[in-house]
């Protein structure tokens, strides 16, 4: 496979597949395509973008007929699917944003690959649509249940993991109905790098740094499995090659924490680094009204993809909550620009002169 789409690159996971895939695979053209709504951010790949392997192409993945023709256009053998809307909060607000992205997007997506790769002599041989989806379309466990496997029955809750849901339906069905080579995962929360400081860990680490109070969600006892990006993305890159076509393999770190629990760290975290006493920002933790229909608890059992192809985390959990609070305070211009808005004039800026 060498001209590979990958939906949603400018956002926070897909600009780490993006970063992995262009570095790694010099001889593979590899096509960004990404609408940038406000979670989409070009400046997450200031240090790829001059590349020869790379191209950036703003587009909606509800355009069929703009896709199709890219398709065409750059021969397109393999599509990696990571755009989305994926803030709960919001599909809460928002359903239909959600409905139109996640199932319309997901679905015009992969009615332009059928169609392109069908005209092809070889048609789907060598090609493969891969979807990325969330540990959310499990449901919710209870404290004593045992974690997610492949063989969950779905029972979404949010209109967020409703949609990934349903999007997930959709693309075993082109397996199943078409023979479209198709691959799902779903893994758990990841955190590290270029989150868009709205999900709770940024969000947690940008207030600290400006003694601005921490909303936790109810009693901040649900639970969140969490996995670092890049073990995310190099996951992604092994399931891409080796995975088995019309499989789902869970990825996840087997690493539980309660938010509470999480949040503590955090503080611990920024006040050590930034020189504050111990204990000096646990007086910002707020506790506010629920999230509606909060999930109590993912944990996401990954067995299978370390049995079957080797993928194990890298990093061990107290290493990259380290390593991303520090990213996150030496990176303050990121985070200022993301959350003033001025992020956005980036594109304008790099691509279109202005
Ligand atoms: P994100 O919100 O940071 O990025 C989403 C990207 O998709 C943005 O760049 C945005 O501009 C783009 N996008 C949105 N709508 C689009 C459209 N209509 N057309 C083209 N581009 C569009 O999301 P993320 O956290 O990086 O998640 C990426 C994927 O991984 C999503 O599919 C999400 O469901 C899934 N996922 C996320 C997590 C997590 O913890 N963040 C965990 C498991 C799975
Ligand atoms: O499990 C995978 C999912 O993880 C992904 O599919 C989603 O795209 C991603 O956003 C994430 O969903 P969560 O809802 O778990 O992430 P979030 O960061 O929004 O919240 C994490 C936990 O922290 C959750 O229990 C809600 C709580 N929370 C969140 C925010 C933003 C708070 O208590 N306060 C907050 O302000």
Redesign the pocket.
């Known amino acids: 496979m060498k001209n590979i789409v990958i ?8 600009s780490h597949v993006v970063r992995l895939f262009v570095n790694k695979y010099p001889d593979y053209r590899i096509i960004n ?5 406000y ?2 951010n070009l400046a997450n790949l200031k240090d790829i973008e001059d590349k020869p392997n790379y191209k950036f192409v703003k ?4 355009d069929f007929e703009a896709f199709y023709q890219l398709m065409q256009e750059e021969h397109i053998d393999g599509i990696i699917h ?6 709960v909060d919001r599909s809460i607000k928002d359903p239909f944003t959600f409905a139109r ?1 996640n199932v319309m ?1 997901t679905l015009s997506l992969l009615q332009a690959a059928k169609l392109y790769w069908e005209s092809l002599p070889e048609g789907y041989e060598g090609k493969r649509f891969y979807h ?4 959310e379309v499990y449901g919710s466990l209870e404290l004593n249940d045992e974690l997610f496997t492949e063989q969950t029955p779905y029972s979404p809750h949010s209109p967020y993991s409703a949609s ?1 849901a349903s999007s997930d339906h959709f693309v075993r069905a082109f397996h199943d109905t078409y023979g479209m080579p198709t691959i799902v995962t779903n ?4 955190y590290g790098p270029y ?2 400081p709205e ?1 709770l860990i940024p969000l947690f680490i940008n207030n600290i740094r400006h003694r601005k109070p921490l909303p936790v969600y109810g009693k901040g006892e649900n639970v969140r499995d969490w996995l670092y990006v890049e073990d995310h993305a190099r996951a992604i890159d092994l399931i891409f090659h080796k995975g088995k076509v019309a499989e789902t393999y869970n990825i996840g770190g087997f690493n539980e924490w309660k938010n509470i629990d999480l949040i503590k760290v955090m503080i611990k975290t920024v006040d050590r680094i930034l020189g504050n006493a111990e204990g000096h920002s646990l007086d910002l933790i707020t506790y506010v009204t629920d999230r509606p229909g909060h999930d109590a608890r993912y944990a996401i059992d990954s067995t299978k993809l370390q049995r079957e192809l080797g993928w194990e985390p890298s990093l061990q959990f107290e290493e990259g909550i380290e390593k991303t609070v520090r990213w996150y305070l030496d990176n303050e211009a990121w985070l200022d620009n993301v959350t003033s808005g001025d992020y956005q004039r980036y594109y304008d800026e790099m691509y279109t002169g202005r």
């Open positions: 939906t949603g690159g400018a956002g926070f996971i897909g395509l990404d609408k940038l709504t979670a989409g587009m909606d993945i509800c990571l755009a989305a809307e994926s803030h992205t997007g990325i989806s969330t540990d990934k893994c758990s929360n990841n989150q868009f999900k």
